[in-house]
């Protein structure tokens, strides 16, 4: 234990001196010993954060010469996520580096905090705030997991091979992912990054933060274009409920106009934004929204009289298995925001965040659980890709739920959107090699351009994949990079550096042998999927389920 700390301390000591973080303004702040008073509740600190991840990740990091400036202090990123030129007082009251560092751990001035007795820590924009309790990051970690996939499990449950093969995998999967959840959070600290593509650059170089930052950017892209897919599948159980199934051969009522008319009018109009303030709330109840399509398996299991389909006791095939993985994967993803999430913890500790990441993870293995496992007894083999397409909109509770995830969809589309709208732009930055003055003068007209073209593509593609596994088997696969291959080549990385400084010889090659299994793992998921979505896009009929 304590060579492990003796190589923390050097290694943060190594890692300030060479500055791979950027300080910006605004810092949030924590107190050393013991944890800060926060202000505010539960329920008041879960609702102000809950569209700052991942909306406000400061993805202009990704830039040198952004990340440089930064470090200078001549530009600061401010409440809206956007890079500005600092004031001269500003320049003038930023100490040189260090100075800084000798500070780095002594109390702040009263101007910093009222309380005199808090420590500034670098790298969080004013975007995002801190102070917040490990509840409150869990909560933000199940916000961020709970979604789509809800829709997607019950089918997954089949592909798995029936509720006992399906509770096993999950059960692997989780432990694997608590642990490149925790591999991220421990290389920020020693690292001193806030962000999960700063980490990367500390840990493995500024290739693995590019191939971070677009694997998020298409992460996020794919979500989006799920979101589009679920809005149509919703339209179309209220139309063919009320309708009759021949709906879609009314042009109005075909889901390519209701999803294209829902995108633009409802969607595209919060994407120019510089904010996203006013959807607080109701991204918070998003979390509410898929919670009420899990009580809906359970309500339809005990009110439904039907006959399921073959329930199965084993996989039909291995490739079956592997290619319902992603599935699962995706379904706990929340790697992307923990270490912004960590970072702006009022206790910013590793037992702290263990603490968060425990109850997430519970929490969210109990309700894919819950819905896995009564969709897939209600319906079987039978069950659709959206759980939601077989239940029947005349019931009050059914078409509660399918309003909800409507709303759900159209206030989540636009965070997510940010998110990788910010990636691209800093990706842009630095491969085009833009100075800070053309970054900060061409910001609104490369906000319009990549929006006007991100919601185009998005909506395209909506409309053309046939159902949300297509999408969801994508997204799994790009998951499997995100919570493996990485955070692998980050306990790769963490091995070897530990293996030169000569601690823990012992740990530091299960480390490495550890962190190898994890790549593998997730670059044969990575691979199997790829191989499954190409052969269901060509197999797979392109009309609607409901539609006849």
């Given at each position: ?39 505010g509740s539960f329920i008041h ?282 599935v699962v994967c995706f379904a ?217």
């Amino acid at each position: 234990m304590e060579a492990s700390q003796s190589f923390k301390n050097r290694t943060m000591e190594s890692s300030i001196v060479m500055d791979s973080s950027t300080r910006l303004r605004g810092s949030v702040v924590v107190e050393r010993g013991h944890q800060r008073k926060t202000s505010g509740s539960f329920i008041h600190d879960s609702i102000n954060s809950s569209v700052d991840f991942p909306a406000y990740i400061p993805w202009q990091t990704l830039s040198t010469d952004l990340s440089d400036r930064l470090r200078q202090g001549s530009v600061r990123i401010n409440r809206s996520n956007i890079v500005e030129w600092a004031t001269i007082k500003e320049e003038t009251e930023r100490s040189p580096l260090l100075d800084q560092l000798a500070r780095k751990y002594e109390p702040t001035s009263a101007s910093d905090d009222s309380s005199g007795s808090d420590y500034s820590k670098p790298g969080v924009t004013e975007a995002l705030r801190g102070g917040s309790s490990w509840r409150v990051g869990a909560f933000l970690l199940v916000n961020a997991a709970l979604g789509a996939g809800v829709l997607n499990y019950p089918v997954a449950y089949d592909r798995l091979g029936g509720l006992t093969a399906a509770t096993l995998v999950q059960l692997v999967i989780i432990a694997m992912l608590a642990t490149t959840m925790l591999i991220l959070i421990y290389c920020s600290d020693i690292n001193n990054d806030s962000t999960y593509h700063d980490v990367l650059l500390s840990m493995c170089g500024k290739r693995a933060q590019q191939l971070a930052a677009a694997s998020i950017m298409c992460t996020c892209f794919g979500i989006n274009v799920t979101f589009l897919i679920i809005i149509g599948d919703q339209y179309d159980r209220m139309f063919a409920t009320y309708m009759g199934p021949q709906f879609c051969h009314t042009w109005y009522l075909n889901r390519n106009f209701t999803i294209s008319i829902t995108a633009i009018v409802c969607i595209w109009t919060m994407c120019y934004f510089k904010r996203l303030d006013f959807l607080r709330y109701a991204s918070t109840l998003g979390v509410f929204a898929m919670l009420y399509v899990v009580f809906l398996n359970v309500y339809e299991y005990l009110i439904l009289d039907t006959k399921p389909g073959p329930i199965k006791t084993s996989p039909g095939s291995m490739v079956s298995l592997f290619a319902a993985l992603p599935v699962v994967c995706f379904a706990y993803q929340t790697h992307e925001i923990v270490v912004p999430i960590y970072a702006c913890m009022a206790d910013r500790k590793l037992k702290s965040f263990s603490k968060a990441t425990a109850l997430a993870l519970f929490l969210l293995f109990f309700l894919y659980c819950l819905s896995g496992t009564f969709g897939y007894l209600t319906f079987g083999a039978y069950v659709s890709p959206d759980i939601m397409q077989m239940f029947d909109a005349r019931d009050p509770v059914v078409a509660a739920g399918i309003f909800a995830l409507i709303i759900k969809m159209i206030t989540t589309y636009a965070p997510l959107m940010f998110c990788g709208r910010g990636a691209l732009d800093g990706l842009y930055a630095e491969l085009s090699k833009l100075s800070a003055e053309d970054f900060i003068g061409g910001e609104l007209r490369r906000r319009i351009i990549i929006t006007s073209v991100w919601n185009a593509v998005v909506l395209l593609l909506s409309i053309v994949t046939p159902n949300i596994t297509i999408a969801i088997e994508l997204l799994g696969s790009l998951a499997s990079c995100n919570v493996f291959v990485f955070p692998g080549l980050c306990m790769v990385a963490l091995a070897k550096r530990m293996s030169r400084l000569g601690t823990n010889v012992l740990f530091s090659k299960a480390l490495h042998i550890y962190g190898l299994l994890v790549i593998l793992t997730g670059a044969f998921i990575f691979v199997i999927v790829f191989i499954q979505v190409i052969n269901d896009l060509l197999y797979s009929e392109g009309e609607a389920l409901l539609c006849k």
